[in-house]
Every structure is written in structure tokens, then in C-alpha cells.
């Protein structure tokens, strides 16, 4: 029998990692006078593993979704305990439960999921994308070169009504349309460091750079890229300052899929970013079997289908038992082509480089017309590990 407060996974132990870190924190400042503040002041409460999963320091369930309430805490439906929860950002720094926000992205272990609610035992809560941002349209942000759909229901925290010049991105990773669906936006925290979570399209670790769609950051060590990432991965940089060339510095890199520890029931939201069939595919990295479950909308589940699953882990897969899918949104590009190389069939359209082939269907021409300046209207999709996006349909204006 495991003992009761061993991890049993990567992530479980990194999670918990972060909890007696916090544990630390706070004994740090309450040495140094910082407790006793006002709540709004307050460092966050923490506990010693076991009281918050009744007292054996097992934990039953993960969560990966947005937060949809603050008060009581609500994840992916499923109603929070955090009395005894640790909350970090993604850089591991502690953070205050006042600090949440409906729209803010979670990954939650908590004690056993009952009659909707679970006792947390450890959140983290980080953004997507934060950095220099542009708007494409009324409905598109670019940010690092990545593009942004900001919907109707996304939510606009504080300095996020204009066009903020620097903005923090929460919502989820579409690596087949190669974009961020935003569930929350805010203008940029003081302090808050340039970082990025997407799909690395190309890794040179000798040469010490490494690619997510358009945006390259380059390391000054190259030890700085983990020896595991590579094409493919989805990973977390944290960057420093621009580049000459166009880049930006790397400061860190680490692998940041979605591992839930065996052995848990888990309630994943996401996109499918491997495909096989509607029984066997991949939700953020996440392998999926559905080969029992019920599925809603099955006509709609395929590569790019937004889904929400519920199931348990074993062996590093999530046996569902519940998938719901809703089909993924086309991606559709306009304008002029600001670059062109016929012998690669690539061309640039507002920063994005796309490639066309034998099965891309043409309107109003063909391949020949594209040129520098011609205006053309695109439907494409991203093909994971592709530095470039595949043009299902290009229109010439």
C-alpha cells in the first residue's frame, strides 16, 4: 500500500512541491511580521497535507478548467473546499484567494468529488499568453505572433474594455488552429513577467532557441531548454527582453502538458490535439479512451473539437466516462500577402506564414495569382509540429 502523503505522479509531487514551498513562504513572512494583515493584505493559509482530504493526504481528483464563480470557488462545475488549499501562479508564487477571478484557467488536486464538491488541496491558477499585444480585428488580439479569439463570453478584467498595450491571456490552447481561445482578459499585472504556453514548432538545442508558431526565443545558456522538450511539446517560456533580430530572450523553459496523477477522477476542458478515432484521442496531451463512455455531440468530436471529458486515470490515460464535444471553429485569415515563395508555396499574410498543396482548394484562380500585395481571404488549420499553417481554402480577391 502507498503511503498516504507520497505523490504518485510528476504532477502530483510538483503540485505538492509547491504546497510546502507555500508552507515555507509563510513562515517566512510570518517571521518577518507579515502576518496579521488585512485579507487584502494576507499571505494565504496553509495546512499540512491530510486535513483538507480528510485526513489521509490522498489525492482523488484533478481539474482543469476555468473558474466560473469565486464565492464559494468554482471549477469546471466542481464546487471548492479551499480552507486548507495551497494557490500558486505558474512561476510558483503564492497567491491570494481574492486574486481569482471568474475566466481565470485552473489545475486543481482535491480529495474525492461528492454531491459536486471536493476539498482542494493545491491551485494553480496561470495565463496563456502575457505580453505586447495588437489588435487583427474586433474579435482577434496578436500576442507574440500568437493569435487570440476573443469572444463574446469572454471575460474583461480591469484595463481590458480598449486596447490595452500589454494584456494577460486566460483561456484555453487550440494547437490544431494554432491560437488561444481567451476565457479572460486583463490588461498586464505590474510586475508580471513576459511568458508564453503554446505547441514548440521547431527546438535547436545546440544552438539555444527554440519556436512557438512566429515567435523564436533564444536562451544565452543553451542548457536553459530542457533536455525532454522537443517538437510537439507543449511548453512554458518565460521571457525576458526583445531581440534585434526579431526574438526574444529566453529566461526559462519547461514541459507544461496536462499529467493527471493515476488513479484520480478527473474533469478535463480543452481541445483535441490527436485524433485517431471518436474512442481514442488526445485532449491537451492528454490520452483519452472513450471506448465506454457516452458521448454528446459524437458527429462534432475530431482533431480541433472542444470538449470537456470526465473519467478517471489509469496508466497515464483518462478512461472517460463522459465526453461532451462541440466542433472546432474554422480559421479564417483576410488580407495581402506581404511575402511569397512559390518554390516552398509559402507566403506571409498579417504575420502568419501559410502553405498551400495539392489538396488546397482555390477560388477566383489558382496558385499562380498569388503575389506580394494580392488580396486573399483563407481557411486554414495548424498540423502540430508544423512551423506553418496548411490552407484549406484560398480565395483571391
Do not use: Y
Request: charge should be neutral.
Amino acid at each position: 500500500m502507498p503511503h498516504p502523503n507520497r505523490p504518485s505522479s510528476p504532477l502530483e509531487a510538483a503540485l505538492l512541491r509547491r504546497h510546502w514551498l507555500a508552507l515555507a513562504a509563510g513562515a517566512s513572512l510570518s517571521a518577518c511580521g507579515g502576518g496579521g494583515t488585512t485579507d487584502e493584505g494576507a499571505a494565504p493559509t496553509s495546512h499540512p497535507l491530510g486535513v483538507a482530504t480528510g485526513g489521509t493526504g490522498r489525492v482523488r481528483s484533478f481539474l482543469s478548467a476555468a473558474v466560473t464563480a469565486t464565492t464559494p470557488l468554482v471549477v469546471g462545475g466542481i464546487t471548492l473546499d479551499t480552507r486548507n488549499a495551497v494557490l500558486t501562479d505558474g512561476d510558483d508564487a503564492p497567491l491570494r484567494e481574492q486574486q481569482l477571478a471568474p475566466g481565470m484557467t485552473a489545475r486543481v488536486l482535491a480529495g474525492s468529488i461528492v454531491g459536486g464538491t471536493a476539498p482542494a488541496v493545491a491551485i494553480t491558477v496561470d495565463t496563456q499568453v502575457t505580453g505586447p499585444a495588437s489588435w487583427l480585428d474586433s474579435r482577434t488580439l496578436l500576442v507574440f505572433g500568437q493569435r487570440v479569439s476573443v469572444g463574446s463570453s469572454t471575460v474583461r478584467g480591469p484595463g481590458a474594455a480598449g486596447a490595452p498595450p500589454d494584456v494577460q491571456v486566460w483561456g484555453q490552447l487550440d494547437p490544431v488552429a494554432g491560437r488561444i481561445l481567451a476565457t479572460r482578459l486583463s490588461a498586464r499585472a505590474a510586475n508580471t513577467a513576459p511568458m508564453l504556453r503554446g505547441l514548440l514548432t521547431a527546438v535547436d538545442r545546440s544552438a539555444g532557441w527554440l519556436q512557438i508558431g512566429p515567435l523564436v526565443a533564444r536562451a544565452t545558456n543553451p542548457s536553459a531548454i530542457p533536455a525532454g522538450l522537443a517538437e510537439g511539446a507543449v511548453a512554458r517560456l518565460t521571457l525576458g527582453a526583445p531581440l534585434p533580430d526579431g526574438s526574444w530572450e529566453l529566461i526559462e523553459a519547461r514541459d507544461d502538458a496536462l499529467r493527471p496523477p493515476d488513479g484520480v477522477q478527473a474533469e478535463l476542458e480543452g481541445h483535441v490535439t490527436q485524433f485517431s478515432n471518436a474512442r481514442q484521442f488526445s485532449l491537451d496531451g492528454v490520452p483519452v479512451d472513450a471506448s465506454r463512455a457516452q458521448i454528446e455531440g459524437l458527429a462534432q468530436l475530431q482533431l480541433g473539437a472542444a470538449v470537456e471529458v470526465h473519467g478517471s486515470m489509469r496508466q497515464g490515460v483518462l478512461v472517460a466516462t463522459e465526453v461532451s464535444a462541440q466542433a472546432a471553429e474554422p480559421l479564417e485569415l483576410a488580407g495581402s500577402i506581404s511575402a511569397l515563395d512559390a518554390g516552398s508555396q509559402t507566403f506571409l499574410l498579417h504575420g502568419w506564414q501559410l502553405r498551400w498543396d495539392a489538396t488546397t482548394r482555390f477560388s477566383n484562380g489558382n496558385s499562380a495569382g498569388l503575389r506580394v500585395g494580392r488580396q486573399v481571404a483563407v481557411r486554414a488549420r495548424w498540423k502540430p509540429g508544423s512551423a506553418a499553417l496548411l490552407a484549406t481554402q484560398i480565395s483571391l480577391g
